[in-house]
């Protein structure tokens, strides 16, 4: 009965300490997964903000056009009813 009793115990124990470095693992993979996750933002981030810039370049370029198309209208218009 004392063997059973020991082995019993052992057993517990080896249970309990695998639980606990369960526990640990868990803990370290989730703060890894927070960094990976925090580095990988920052690398989507930039990759946005590039996209973002281009596509401003783009509407800025097409705005600037727009404009002189329509400041050539005037131009012309004015000289035509000022002649």
Do not use: P, S
């Amino acid at each position: 009965m004392d063997e059973l009793d020991e082995e019993q115990k052992t057993m517990k124990m080896k249970r309990d300490e695998l639980k606990e470095k369960q526990m640990e693992e868990q803990k370290i993979a989730h703060f890894n997964r927070l960094k990976i996750l925090t580095h990988w933002r920052k690398v989507m981030r930039l990759a946005k903000t590039e996209a973002l810039k281009k596509e401003i370049k783009f509407f800025q370029q097409n705005h600037d056009r727009e404009v002189d198309a329509k400041d050539a209208i005037i131009f012309m218009l004015d000289r035509y009813f000022f002649l």
